[in-house]
């Protein structure tokens, strides 16, 4: 399944910044103690516990294909949970890798309400269908509320995660976790705790996060009987079932048939060595009829899912995208391949309602799911490897710079060339070729993840309990840049931290100068070519200092210069 891919994580490198002012090192050297942060009315001194928590979902949205399992699958209810559990003491061997015990507990969201099953709701609704078929779709059998990794949907009573030595992190993989409330209100961003515990069953830390889930992967728009969309009509005419989750996909299997009439005839011997015996000649149409729901993933090979597919057949990726690039859109009439905007994306995808793209980059109104991906084609190309080949974030953050838009050319989706590695995600992770945020990790071995927040929801986003965690850790919202956040007490380094970050505190202040003296070039990289601040100079939160003319003050969001105290980089 999906963690065949996600879990050849590599461990070394640097992440996105994307609201500039990076966090604090760790590095060898003496510390300071007499640091704090004033934020939000908050004075983080970094005292309060021996231990740092820190989890997150490993995409930033996981889909699944709604309540009907029925007719055909793209997707299963699979979530992920990383950890990584900090000693904030000193500043080497800081990973906990073992001794403790780590579980997670389902939480309420903001609203109040609790998602502890994903069977049936309070009301005895059924919430999905999954279980029903999952041995005719992946040849499984878990147990209701049990996912195809073996993990449990997050309920009252706590689950472990396991350490997995390879990734450096804690993971509970597989949640079977669905996008309704057990009163049966839809929540697309259910809440878990995490909690770590020594062997004595004492806490040692503890954080809150979101387990984000959509069921938006809607093709009604275009497929159902009731769209009036008749260039997606069957040659047969509609299908017309009452259940709208269950109609649309009748109607795609039908078309599927018609254009491949022998797609399951030409390949039954290579379905039947994979374990799937249930397919019928006539087709998938005829397939689904009979009891045995379609997983699109057994003939289209999927990263997704670690699919290989059948011979002959193309990626599932390309096949969805290629294949829709020129539809007209039924609400503009512009084709899908033409629009510049997510709304396009968001026609299939998570969506209207959810809003997938809900993070720092998705609040900036000119940054589109194109600007990152480029058009439809783009990501459909031939040879393309899909869950793979996604964009970096050198394209974006590189030479001081912070551009809007990390593709060159709409229509192929070539990334911008990266002149510097300061932002640079790792290379070659996973895979040869590749480089990827959701698989880098940077700062002392954290994922950048960690610190940055998951594939687009990145901190701060739009969504209010996506910025809980960052808040409870360090005061305020966003990247998690205190260094108190996760050290008790300032290391002290000139380019040391996160993305080459020197220290900020006071011992700076005493300090900067002869840096400065000594390499001033290597300043203008985040204060810029002028010296008088850049958005990666600003600071996250509110800070004072005392210096030889008094003490002086940073608001929050302050893009900090050398003209606050000095006439210059040479002044006095």
């Not at 003491?89 to 001794?99: E, F, P």
């Not at 998951?454 to 998690?480: C, F, K, M, R």
């Not at 600003?538 to 929050?556: H, I, V």
Request: charged share 15%; with cysteine.
């Amino acid at each position: 399944m999906e963690t065949r891919l996600w879990r050849k994580l590599l461990m070394a490198g640097l992440a996105v910044l994307w609201l500039g002012g990076c966090q604090m090192a760790t590095t060898s050297g003496e510390s300071e103690s007499d640091d704090t942060v004033s934020s939000g009315g908050t004075v983080w001194e970094g005292t309060a516990a021996d231990y740092t928590l820190l989890a997150w979902n490993d995409l930033g949205m996981h889909c699944m294909d709604g309540n009907d399992y029925s007719v055909f699958s793209i997707l299963p209810p699979y979530n992920n949970l990383n950890a990584q559990l900090i000693k904030r003491a000193g500043t080497s061997d800081k990973h906990v890798t073992g001794g403790v015990t780590m579980t997670y507990v389902a939480a309420t969201s903001l609203d109040g309400k609790y998602n502890t099953t994903s069977v049936y709701t309070d009301s005895n609704d059924l919430k999905t269908n999954f279980w029903d078929y999952v041995g005719a779709l992946f040849n499984a059998t878990p147990a209701p509320d049990t996912g195809l990794t073996g993990n449990h949907t997050p309920e009252l009573s706590e689950h472990t995660l396991s350490y997995n030595a390879a990734e450096q992190w804690w993971e509970a993989t597989g949640l079977p976790i669905t996008p309704y409330n057990d009163d049966g209100s839809k929540n697309y961003y259910p809440m878990v705790n995490v909690t770590a515990k020594d062997g004595s069953g004492n806490v040692l830390a503890t954080t809150k996060v979101v387990l984000p889930v959509s069921d938006e992967m809607d093709c009604r728009a275009c497929h159902g009987s009731a769209s009036g969309y008749t260039d997606a009509m069957p040659a047969g005419g509609w299908e017309n079932d009452a259940d709208p989750e269950k109609d649309y996909k009748w109607n795609i299997l039908r078309l599927h048939d018609q254009e491949h009439p022998s797609a399951v005839s030409a390949h039954q011997a290579e379905l039947q060595a994979a374990g799937y015996n249930g397919y019928d000649d006539a087709g998938l149409y005829t397939t689904a009829k009979s009891g045995n729901p379609v997983l699109c993933a057994t003939c289209h090979s999927t990263n997704a899912l670690g699919t290989t597919g059948v011979s002959g057949t193309k990626p599932l990726t390309e096949a969805l995208h290629a294949l829709h690039a020129e539809v007209t859109d039924p609400t503009n009439g512009e084709t899908l391949n033409s629009s510049t905007n997510r709304d396009a994306c968001y026609r299939c995808h998570p969506g209207a309602a959810t809003k997938c793209l809900r993070g720092a980059m998705g609040k900036v109104g000119t940054i589109q799911c194109q600007s990152c991906h480029g058009n439809m084609s783009a990501v459909g190309a031939q040879g393309r490897v899909g869950w793979l080949e996604e964009p970096n974030c050198q394209a974006c953050h590189q030479d001081g710079k912070r551009y809007e838009t990390a593709v060159t050319d709409m229509q192929t989706g070539t990334l911008r060339d990266a002149v510097d590695s300061r932002f640079a995600t790792n290379p070659n992770t996973p895979a040869s070729g590749v480089s990827l945020y959701r698989f880098s990790a940077g700062h002392g071995d954290m994922q950048c993840s960690a610190c940055h927040g998951s594939t687009h929801a990145i901190y701060p986003s739009s969504h209010a309990e996506d910025n809980l965690q960052s808040i409870a850790v360090q005061g305020h919202e966003g990247t998690v840049n205190e260094c108190l956040a996760c050290h008790d007490t300032v290391p002290r380094t000139s380019s040391g931290g996160p993305h080459g970050m020197h220290s900020v505190g006071q011992y700076w202040v005493g300090e900067h100068g002869d840096v400065a003296e000594s390499s001033r070039i290597g300043c203008t990289s985040c204060h810029g070519s002028d010296y008088r601040g850049t958005f990666l100079s600003k600071t996250f939160s509110a800070r004072s200092f005392s210096t030889e003319w008094g003490t002086k003050t940073f608001a929050a969001g302050h893009a900090v210069s050398c003209y606050d105290c000095h006439n210059g980089p040479g002044g006095d």
